[in-house]
Every structure is written in C-alpha cells, then in structure tokens.
C-alpha cells in the first residue's frame, strides 16, 4: 500500500457521534475513492473525488460526507454515526479515471456501539 | 446496474492442489474484468486484469484467469496452490458507465 495511508486504523465510537476517517496519497494522484466492506456485499463505493473540491456520491453515499481541499487528503465524515455504519472503510487512489489503476489503503475498521 | 457473483463463498482445498475460483457478471456490454487479492487486515491487491485481446490473462504469483464473452465469466485458475494463497479474493467489473462493480468475496483456505 505504498503511497496511501489511512487513519486511524481501527475506531470505536458511539451512536450518534460525528466520526471523520482520513485518506493521505503521496502519489499525486487525481482521483481518490472511498469504499465500505461488508460481509456478503463485497465494496461498495461511498463517494469519489476527480479533484480537489470536486466529490460526487456513490452507491451507498447516504449518512456521509467527504472533503477534498488538498490533492493529498481525501476525508470521509459520518455527521451522527449509526450501528449501521459499523464496517470496513477502505481509500483508493487512481491517476487516472480507469479501473486499471486502482491502488487500495489498508483500511479502517470502524465500529459503532 | 451491472452484477457480480461469486459463486463460493468458501474453497477449501489442500496445499499442492489445483483450484478454480468463479465469476459471473450480468452484462455482456464492454468490460473490464478484475481479480483482487486482500490478505488478512491489508488493502486489496491487483491480481489480474483482461482489458482486450487474449482472453487467457496471467497476474501475479501464478494466478490464470480466462474471459469468456459467450458465459459472461471469468474464472480465476492456480494450477498448485500454497499455504502463502489463503485469502479472500474478489472478483470486479468495470464498464463503459466507469464504475467498479465488485463481487462479495471467495475466501479460499489452503490446508496442509
């Protein structure tokens, strides 16, 4: 997973909470992606940035925002976290807007109680 | 919306044997076709991919998978699997509405 780093690595919050993750690049990379895993559903893409200030929703988009003021930092807020949202989080990066490129974060394990 | 199966859930299989994991997608529009590997608490890693051309593609650690149009498939094949191959793997799909469709994961247990 060089050049793509996620914080933390594991979380435990409450119901209701705001929770912020955090995807940091060093590849420069244009566009930057934020997936859930969860059992039986395999990813599931949140929300995706083309560039800085530039996000659009994905799949499963409802319940989280992101933010993108750096080209480095891609952030992925839960406004009030839920049970729900206990998953997986995992950050891509990609230079370009093709499938091939694709290069995964280790991941966040995020639980809500 | 495009679909991916994965038909095994879990495979089993003993060290040295061969093993087959299977894919399916729903649609038979233009694809590219994607096998990931993610080892315990990692990231997922490029195994494979078919863009074009032959339909026999090669990756990483002696993984084969072969696209076939007519079945809308994409098995991944080891012809002699390691302790080191335990995983979960995952088969995806990207099309020309340039989204990943990914399958629910194929968790595959080398025994001794």
């Known amino acids: 997973d060089a050049g793509i780093t996620q914080s933390p690595r594991h979380k435990v919050t409450e119901t209701g909470t705001p929770v912020t993750l955090r995807c940091h690049q060093t590849?420069?990379?244009?566009?930057m992606y934020w997936y859930r895993q969860d059992p039986g559903h395999g990813l599931r893409l949140i929300h995706y940035?083309?560039?800085?200030?530039?996000?659009d929703k994905g799949e499963v988009s409802d319940g989280y925002s992101v933010s993108r003021s750096k080209t480095e930092d891609f952030l992925l807020t839960l406004e009030s976290a839920t049970s729900s949202q206990t998953s997986v989080y995992f950050c891509?990066?990609?230079?370009?807007?093709?499938?091939?490129?694709?290069?995964f974060g280790s991941g966040t394990r995020l639980t809500v109680v | 919306a495009q679909s991916v199966t994965q038909l095994d859930s879990q495979v089993p299989v003993f060290e040295e044997a061969p093993v087959e994991l299977r894919c399916n997608y729903s649609?038979?529009?233009?694809?590219?076709l994607f096998w990931y590997v993610q080892y315990p608490n990692q990231g997922l890693q490029l195994l494979l991919k078919?863009?074009?051309?032959?339909?026999l593609v090669k990756g990483i650690n002696g993984f084969e998978a072969e696209f076939n149009k007519s079945q809308t498939s994409f098995h991944l094949r080891k012809p002699s699997v390691h302790i080191s191959d335990t995983a979960e793997y995952f088969c995806?799909?990207?099309?020309?509405?340039?989204?990943?469709?990914f399958g629910t994961g194929t968790s595959l247990t080398v025994i001794p």
């Open positions: 891509a990066i990609s230079e370009s807007f093709r499938a091939e490129g694709y290069t």
């Open positions: 590849e420069n990379h244009r566009y």
């Open positions: 940035s083309y560039g800085v200030k530039d996000t």
């Open positions: 649609s038979s529009v233009s694809v590219y």
């Open positions: 078919y863009l074009s051309g032959s339909t």
């Open positions: 995806a799909v990207w099309n020309t509405g340039n989204q990943f469709y």
